[in-house]
Nanobody
């Protein structure tokens, strides 16, 4: 049974940091590219960052470049999102999923393994 479990969210002040985790089970994690998404109230779910199966390549949404870092430890079947210099507009529920990259390194499709998400709230 495929399962993704996101954790690490919380309430943080603007300028603060959080590290999210995505624990995977039920599939060959190390063979899959992965991605973080977020969804704010009333908005669509948007890609935040993605990482290749071995972790050597990454992509970021323009809104988080230079502030967020995606990484993975395949031996632990876990992906991470280090979020620094957080802004109120980063407030959202964050999700992870396995994805397929196209030849340009963009996400071509999702496997739709979504977990329950983890809430990140940036507020003073």
């Amino acid at each position: 049974q495929v399962q993704l479990v996101e954790s690490g969210g919380g309430l943080v002040q603007p300028g603060g940091s959080l590290r999210l985790s995505c624990a995977a089970s039920g599939f060959a994690f190390s063979n899959y590219a992965m991605a973080w998404y977020r969804q704010a109230p009333g908005k669509e779910r948007d890609m935040v960052a993605s990482i290749s199966s071995a972790g050597g390549s990454t992509n970021y949404a323009d809104s988080v470049k230079g502030r967020f870092t995606i990484s993975r430890v395949n031996a632990k079947n876990t992906m991470y999102l280090q979020m620094n210099s957080l802004k109120p507009e980063d407030t959202a529920v964050y999700y992870c999923d396995a994805v397929i990259w196209d030849k340009y390194g963009s996400i071509a499709s999702n496997y739709d393994y979504w977990g329950q998400g983890t809430q990140v709230t940036v507020s003073s």
